[in-house]
């Protein structure tokens, strides 16, 4: 069976200085490779292509009997209106008798969707074990679909949603993703690996742990395989782990830096990592490996807005983590929701307090975003009509009686002043990260707070 995988344009485009592979699409065309399909994938986004360049692709390049579109399933790529795009790429693919797919967050937490974007079938949560079921059914048939557990289709005009399917794939039965399905000239110089799916936390504002369930990770050798094949195929440099959490198992993460050096692997590494998983004598060993980046969600320096959004971690220790963390020698980025529930004036003293007494290397500052499966997107969009991932906003969300907007903006902006007072840039638009070397401070670091998407690999060389 032919099928195109789409990775859609975004509104506005993506930024091809921040561009990395969409690794959990690609892994999904391996997947079905094995099955002995005629697989292509299409990345509208950084191709800056339309609908009209889409037809334009499939009239002189590849006739597809299936289409899967991505939206929010691993990696969070899009906004909002990228919604408006899939809409009309799956009008197009139908006018061409092109059966679509539309996996991710979005058609899961809200599979009545389907009505307003006119794919074919939807599947709810995880895709390996259903999408198989889906490609050996009959599109037409509603005695065939509706034996297939975790997904929604439409009938004469009556959406279906069958029971989920619960069952987990086992991440070591993946294959290598097949970057060659790519062009990875498209992207920038360092490459993505997911070995893991899900948190061990259950974050108010996170949508990972609902998603994915329990976590689970691939093993230490099955990660380093994928290494090893990354840098004798593409001369891989660095490469960072997109996991969720990467170091919720902390043996396996021992294994896989055991094994790196035991093989003489010489690589740079980095990973999304929690307060609560840390582990001093790992996170040595990790660097020891190569690991050479961290990234933590504190979100607040509030114990108060952390309890009341379900980030359980211990502000003072946090602290200490990553004092700790970069002393050993790691680059830390952080992350703060300014604007999360509950926030007021003296709250957002102690995140400024948090931030210039722990001054991580990368500040990434944000607003809330509401997400669909999210305990906060359940809580607020429906009583305040706000639509899902309301993102890239450059003000605070939420109006809040006891703290303005304008009174937050007001402790931000002295925030601000503090930090380029310590050698710090601000990075406001991902034109900043077009020449690196002008964010390089007297000292020669590269220190920032960002409010746009941060760019990955920055200094993992030393």
Same mark, same amino acid.
């Given at each position: 069976?032919?099928?195109?995988?789409? =990775?859609?344009?975004?509104?506005?485009?993506?930024?091809?200085?921040?561009?990395?592979?969409?690794?959990?699409?690609?892994?999904?065309?391996?997947?079905?490779?094995?099955?002995?399909?005629?697989?292509?994938?299409?990345?509208?986004?950084?191709?800056?292509?339309?609908?009209?360049?889409?037809?334009?692709?499939?009239?002189? =390049?590849?006739?597809?009997?299936?289409?899967?579109?991505?939206?929010?399933?691993?990696?969070?790529?899009?906004?909002?209106?990228?919604?408006?795009?899939?809409?009309?790429?799956?009008?197009?693919?139908?006018?061409?008798?092109?059966?679509?797919?539309?996996?991710?967050?979005? @058609?899961?937490?809200?599979?009545?969707?389907?009505?307003?974007?006119?794919?074919?079938?939807?599947?709810?949560?995880?895709?390996?074990?259903?999408?198989?079921?889906?490609?050996?059914?009959?599109?037409?048939?509603?005695?065939?679909?509706?034996?297939?557990?975790?997904?929604?289709?439409?009938?004469?005009?009556?959406?279906?949603?069958?029971?989920?399917?619960?069952?987990?794939?086992?991440?070591?039965?993946?294959?290598?993703?097949?970057?060659?399905?790519?062009?990875?000239?498209?992207?920038?110089?360092?490459?993505?690996?997911?070995?893991?799916?899900?948190?061990?936390?259950?974050?108010?504002?996170?949508?990972?742990?609902?998603?994915?369930?329990?976590?689970?990770?691939?093993?230490?050798? =099955?990660? @380093?395989?994928?290494?090893?094949?990354?840098?004798?195929?593409?001369?891989?440099?660095?490469?960072?782990?997109?996991?969720?959490?990467?170091?919720?198992?902390?043996?396996?993460?021992?294994?896989?830096?055991?094994?790196?050096?035991?093989?003489?692997?010489?690589?740079?590494?980095?990973?999304?990592?929690?307060?609560?998983?840390?582990?001093?004598?790992?996170?040595?060993?990790?660097?020891?490996?190569?690991?050479?980046?961290?990234?933590?969600?504190?979100?607040?320096?509030?114990?108060?807005?952390?309890?009341?959004?379900?980030?359980?971690?211990?502000?003072?220790?946090?602290?200490? @983590?990553? &004092?700790?963390?970069?002393? $050993?020698?790691?680059?830390?980025?952080?992350?703060?929701?300014?604007?999360?529930?509950?926030?007021?004036?003296?709250?957002?003293?102690?995140?400024?307090?948090?931030?210039?007494?722990?001054?991580?290397?990368?500040?990434?500052?944000?607003?809330?975003?509401?997400?669909?499966?999210?305990?906060?997107?359940?809580?607020?969009?429906?009583?305040?009509?706000?639509?899902?991932?309301?993102?890239?906003?450059?003000?605070?969300?939420?109006?809040?009686?006891?703290?303005?907007?304008?009174?937050?903006?007001?402790? $931000?902006?002295?925030?601000?002043?503090?930090?380029?007072?310590?050698?710090?840039? $601000?990075?406001?638009?991902?034109?900043?990260?077009?020449?690196?070397? &002008?964010?390089?401070?007297?000292?020669?670091?590269?220190?920032?707070?960002?409010?746009?998407?941060?760019?990955?690999?920055?200094?993992?060389?030393?």
């Amino acid at each position: 069976m032919n099928i195109l995988l789409i =990775n859609p344009p975004n509104i506005p485009f993506s930024e091809q200085k921040l561009l990395i592979e969409p690794i959990d699409i690609i892994t999904l065309g391996t997947y079905l490779q094995e099955f002995g399909h005629n697989i292509k994938f299409l990345d509208m986004d950084c191709k800056k292509l339309n609908s009209d360049d889409l037809i334009k692709y499939i009239e002189t =390049n590849f006739k597809p009997d299936i289409a899967i579109v991505s939206y929010d399933y691993h990696i969070p790529l899009h906004t909002q209106k990228a919604l408006e795009n899939i809409s009309q790429i799956c009008k197009k693919l139908k006018s061409y008798e092109i059966k679509t797919i539309m996996i991710g967050k979005t @058609v899961t937490y809200d599979p009545k969707i389907i009505s307003k974007i006119n794919f074919d079938i939807g599947i709810i949560g995880e895709t390996e074990k259903v999408i198989i079921d889906i490609l050996n059914a009959n599109f037409n048939s509603k005695e065939e679909l509706s034996k297939i557990k975790g997904i929604v289709f439409k009938q004469n005009n009556e959406i279906i949603v069958n029971e989920s399917c619960g069952e987990k794939y086992d991440l070591d039965k993946l294959p290598i993703p097949n970057r060659r399905l790519a062009d990875l000239n498209d992207y920038i110089d360092i490459r993505s690996v997911l070995t893991s799916r899900g948190c061990a936390n259950k974050c108010d504002f996170c949508p990972t742990h609902n998603y994915w369930g329990t976590w689970r990770g691939r093993t230490a050798e =099955n990660v @380093v395989k994928e290494i090893e094949y990354l840098i004798n195929n593409f001369g891989t440099k660095k490469i960072i782990f997109l996991d969720d959490n990467a170091t919720v198992d902390k043996q396996r993460m021992k294994e896989i830096s055991e094994l790196i050096l035991k093989r003489n692997i010489n690589i740079r590494l980095g990973c999304l990592s929690s307060i609560n998983t840390y582990d001093r004598e790992v996170f040595e060993l990790m660097y020891k490996a190569g690991f050479r980046w961290l990234h933590f969600g504190i979100e607040s320096g509030s114990q108060k807005v952390l309890k009341n959004n379900s980030k359980n971690f211990n502000v003072d220790y946090a602290k200490q @983590v990553i &004092k700790e963390v970069k002393k $050993i020698g790691y680059r830390v980025r952080t992350s703060f929701i300014y604007d999360l529930p509950t926030t007021t004036k003296e709250d957002m003293y102690k995140t400024i307090e948090f931030i210039l007494e722990t001054e991580p290397d990368e500040i990434r500052g944000h607003f809330l975003t509401l997400r669909l499966g999210t305990a906060i997107y359940e809580q607020y969009s429906k009583e305040k009509e706000i639509p899902t991932q309301y993102i890239h906003s450059d003000k605070p969300l939420l109006e809040n009686p006891n703290y303005t907007n304008k009174e937050m903006i007001k402790d $931000i902006n002295a925030l601000i002043e503090n930090l380029k007072k310590r050698d710090y840039n $601000i990075v406001r638009n991902v034109e900043d990260w077009e020449d690196l070397e &002008k964010l390089r401070n007297r000292e020669g670091k590269i220190r920032f707070l960002s409010f746009c998407p941060s760019r990955y690999g920055i200094d993992w060389e030393k």
